[in-house]
């Protein structure tokens, strides 16, 4: 009787277990053996996982929460000149860091880490300005960010928000249009043309400020980039991809969170002027 047929299939003709010569050197108990095993975790087959993000993300943020203390430190009781100056020099490497890491294809952890060092330095440098100006602030910002993380999580998690093309593609167009308007509001703040300290975010309609009504819509753009950060990382983890971008999912969380952070912040700020 002729034996048993090799496949075709390279990655199986080539394992000695599937070409059936091997086959009869494993006992029964050889075999219930093996499929008793359990099944290969996430970090032993150097693939993506919740927990490696979870892990990154934290590691993210004390190196963010050390550099923003120093800075926070050198800016009391009062802002500093070099207090000051950590906090500008932060937010412009860190401007430069958060777009290079954000088109880089593939990610580098000390690009990443550097990130949120430079980072640290401007949230806790303008975190102490504010927290002089208005006490209490700086709790009330940071349990306002962690209540929409948590509820948008909530809401991902038990499939009731989800990433769709048409919501994306308005997101798009709305956060280019929110960009363009902060970029106006910069201009015309730097340049003295509008006085006010909040520059047309100082504006009011009806004795309301129109700065908290752009600030909620800001949140509400923050907040549905939290749910593509959470797309991202739930694709990457179910198609098993490389381990190292882990690195990617908590970068962009990171970032998402640290905008949603300074956005709740101005609208406190606004809102209890």
Do not use: C, H
Request: hydrophobic share 50%; aromatic share 10%; charged share 10%.
């Amino acid at each position: 009787m002729a034996g048993p047929a090799s496949s075709s299939n390279p990655a199986f003709s080539r394992n000695p277990v599937f070409n059936g010569k091997e086959v009869q050197n494993i006992s029964a108990e050889g075999l219930q053996t093996m499929f008793d095993k359990p099944a290969a975790t996430p970090s032993q087959t150097d693939r993506m996982s919740y927990d490696g993000v979870i892990l990154k993300t934290a590691g993210m943020f004390v190196v963010l929460l050390v550099t923003a203390t120093v800075s926070f430190l050198t800016n009391q009781p009062q802002p500093t000149a070099l207090g000051m100056g950590l906090t500008f020099g932060g937010a412009i490497i860190g401007l430069v860091l958060g777009l290079v890491n954000a088109f880089k294809r593939e990610p580098s952890v000390p690009l990443i880490m550097l990130y949120a060092a430079f980072q640290g330095l401007f949230i806790g440098g303008i975190s102490s300005v504010f927290e002089s100006q208005w006490s209490g602030i700086i709790v009330q910002a940071v349990l306002a960010t962690l209540a929409v993380f948590g509820v948008t999580l909530a809401l991902f998690a038990s499939g009731k928000i989800r990433a769709s093309k048409r919501a994306t593609k308005v997101f798009l167009i709305a956060i280019i249009g929110y960009g363009l308007f902060s970029l106006l509001n910069f201009v015309l703040m730097i340049t003295g043309v509008v006085d006010d300290p909040w520059g047309l975010r100082g504006a009011t309609i009806g004795g309301f400020p129109i700065g908290i009504v752009i600030g909620l819509f800001a949140v509400l753009l923050a907040a549905y980039s939290l749910v593509l950060d959470f797309d991202s990382i739930q694709r990457g983890v179910k198609s098993g991809a490389p381990r190292k971008y882990e690195w990617s999912g908590a970068f962009g969380l990171v970032l998402t969170l640290i905008w949603l952070y300074l956005e709740l912040l101005r609208i406190i700020a606004i809102f209890r002027n």
